[in-house]
C-alpha cells in the first residue's frame, strides 16, 4: 500500500511462543503430506502387519486356541519377533520418507520462498526441524508407536514374570525405531534440498536406499573385502538393530562400525543441509 496513506501499522498480537514455532512450518508440511488420498491410503495399509502382529499375539496366549492345537504356544515372543517387526516397518517407513520427504524443502528453493521464512524470528534450525518433524511424527506412528503397544499387549498377557526378563525390549524398540527415522529424516531433507525437482529427488532417494546394496555387493567382490556394505543403508541399520536385539544378521560387518557409518552419513546430511539452507546464495562470477 501507499506509505502516505499512512494506513499501515505493524502487528500487535501475541506472538507464538519461541519453542513451539516451528510447528507453524511442520503444521502446513503435514497439511500438503496427507492432500493425497493414495498416501493416505498406504499410511492405513502401514497398520496392518502391526496389527496381524498383535491378533498373532493374543492367539499364541489363548489358552483355548492353544488346546486345540495341543500346543504350548506358537512361536516366542522375543527379540527376534521384534526385530523382524522392525525391519518390516522400517521398509514401509522407507516408502513414507520417499513419499513425504522429496516435497519437503525443494519447492521451497525452487520458488526461492527461504527468505520469507528467514527474515521472521526464525532461525535455520527451526525450519528444518519444523519439516524434520513432519516425517518424525509419519515414522513414529509406523514403527516404535505400535511397536511399543504391542510390548504392552505381550506384557499384559504373559504375566510379570515375562515382563521382567524383557523389559529392555521396550528400551530396543525405541532406539531402533529411532536410528531409522533419524537417519530416513536427515536424508530426505538433504536430498530435497539439493534436488530441486521433486520426481527426481524421490528417485533419488530410492537409488541411495536400493541400489546401495548393488553397490556394496559390486565392491566385496571387487576388492574382496566385507566393508562394501558401509554403502548399503538397509543392512547398517539391519546391522546396528541386530545388535540392540542381540540377533546377528548377515551382513559381517561389526555393529560398532555400522553404528559409526550411520553417524557419518547423518552428519553429511546435516552438512549438506547447513550448505543449502539459507536465505540467500553468493554466485561469485
Known amino acids: 500500500m501507499a506509505v502516505h496513506k499512512r494506513s499501515y501499522h505493524a502487528y500487535t498480537g501475541a506472538l507464538t511462543e519461541r519453542w513451539r514455532r516451528f510447528l507453524v512450518v511442520s503444521r502446513y508440511a503435514f497439511e500438503n503430506a496427507t ?29 483355548r486356541l492353544l488346546a486345540l492345537f495341543d500346543a504350548a504356544s506358537f512361536f516366542d515372543v522375543n527379540g527376534s519377533f521384534f526385530f523382524h517387526f522392525l525391519g ?4 514401509l517407513g522407507f516408502v513414507v520418507t520417499a513419499l513425504v520427504g522429496p516435497g519437503l524443502i525443494s519447492p521451497d528453493l525452487a520458488n526461492n520462498a527461504l527468505p520469507l521464512y528467514l527474515c521472521r524470528p526464525f532461525s535455520r534450525a527451526e ?5 524434520m518433524f513432519v516425517l518424525v511424527a509419519l515414522l513414529s506412528l509406523i514403527t516404535w508407536v505400535p511397536g511399543e503397544l504391542l510390548f504392552l499387549l505381550q506384557s499384559s498377557l504373559a504375566g510379570t514374570k515375562w515382563v521382567a526378563a524383557n523389559l529392555w525390549m521396550m528400551g530396543s524398540i525405541l532406539l531402533g525405531s529411532a536410528i531409522e527415522i533419524l537417519v530416513f529424516s536427515l536424508l530426505a531433507l538433504a536430498i530435497s534440498a539439493w534436488i530441486k525437482r521433486r520426481l527426481a529427488a524421490g528417485a533419488a532417494l530410492l537409488g541411495v536406499f536400493f541400489f546401495g546394496a548393488g553397490f556394496a555387493q559390486a565392491i ?8 562394501g556394505f558401509l554403502f548399503d543403508l538397509a543392512n547398517l541399520i539391519g546391522r546396528v538393530e541386530g545388535g540392540l536385539f542381540y540377533q546377528h544378521p548377515k551382513i559381517a560387518v561389526p555393529a560398532s562400525d555400522a553404528a559409526v557409518a550411520l553417524v557419518a552419513i547423518s552428519a553429511f546430511c546435516l552438512f549438506l543441509l547447513e550448505k543449502k539452507v539459507k536465505a540467500y546464495d553468493v554466485v561469485r562470477g
Open 127 to 131: 525450519y528444518v526441524w519444523g519439516k
Open 35 to 63: 492432500s493425497s488420498k493414495r498416501f493416505v491410503a498406504y499410511l492405513s495399509l502401514c497398520c496392518f502387519y502391526p496389527l496381524g502382529c498383535a491378533l498373532a499375539v493374543y492367539a499364541n496366549s489363548n489358552q
Open 220 to 227: 566385496n567382490a571387487v576388492l574382496h573385502t566385507k566393508y
Open 88 to 91: 518390516v516397518q522400517g521398509f
